[in-house]
């Protein structure tokens, strides 16, 4: 696999604590790189066309039209409008989890014990529910535009019956996801523990953001994967006909 930051240098990077929350527009023709610093990480993200924001991330439709229980290198992120809000052109640890969802304030509070900013001031015990409010709320967005959340960098099983299982050790060190952006692209994600983490101790692990303006071709294996493929590209490339 050719090292992406080798073609297109990095114009921007970021680091983005544990627990930390961001959002920004990756632009048409833009990829994203998150690094997973020291392995364990999670990046709980939604996706949104930032010129007309009703449009937004489909993840049922993700998973259906490319004939995968899972989403890694190769595959897209449609939106409810049959287009492709960004694709997944490189991917070290192999899957993404479209199950598991985030914590609100209660359950994390449950989970890890009580941890009020009054208390703990900036060490309070962060929630991916309010981190990602907090994002959409600066593009004059709340909660009912808080929908479906893909969990980068981890793994959810889901066994024979039915039952659901967290599988640790799914991102190592330095792996990485590239997302590229063939449309402009509201990106808000959070970095927090996946909610069926079993570790008892609130310990959210940090990432690296690296920006690049890239070719088209950089996701050309994803555009050509599947028929469906072909089309969601070909949809969005009409929003700029």
């Known amino acids: 696999m050719i090292d992406a930051t080798q073609l297109f ?20 023709g833009q990829l994203l790189r998150l690094t997973d610093i020291r392995g364990g990480a999670n990046v709980s993200l939604t996706l949104l066309n930032a010129n007309e924001k009703t449009e937004r991330l489909n993840l049922p439709d ?19 409008m049959g287009r492709v809000l960004a694709a997944i052109t490189a991917d070290t640890c192999g899957w993404s989890d479209s199950i598991g969802g ?9 989970k890890y014990g009580q941890g009020r900013f009054q208390e703990r001031r900036n060490g309070f015990l962060r929630n991916g529910t309010d981190n990602l409010l907090v994002e959409l709320g600066k593009w004059g967005l709340g909660l009912c535009d808080l ?16 039952g659901l299982h967290f599988v640790p ?32 101790d609130y310990a959210p692990q940090p990432l690296k953001l690296s920006w690049m303006n890239a070719d088209k071709s950089v996701a050309e294996h994803c555009r050509t994967s599947r028929p469906e493929n072909e089309r969601g590209f070909i949809n969005t490339d009409r929003l700029f006909a």
């Open 147 to 162: 929908l479906m959340t893909l969990n980068l960098f981890s793994r959810v099983r889901v066994d024979g019956d039915g």
């Open 169 to 200: 050790g799914n991102a190592k060190a330095g792996d990485y996801i590239e997302l590229y952006a063939p449309m402009d692209t509201l990106v808000v994600l959070t970095a927090l523990q996946h909610p069926m983490d079993p570790n008892p």
């Open 102 to 110: 985030v914590l609100c304030a209660s359950e994390v509070a449950e």
């Open 62 to 80: 993700s998973l259906k039209c490319q004939h995968t229980a899972k989403l890694t290198a190769g595959h897209c992120l449609y939106s409810d």
């Open 9 to 28: 240098p990095p114009f921007a990077e970021e680091m983005l604590p544990g627990g930390g929350h961001r959002s920004f527009v990756l632009k048409r």
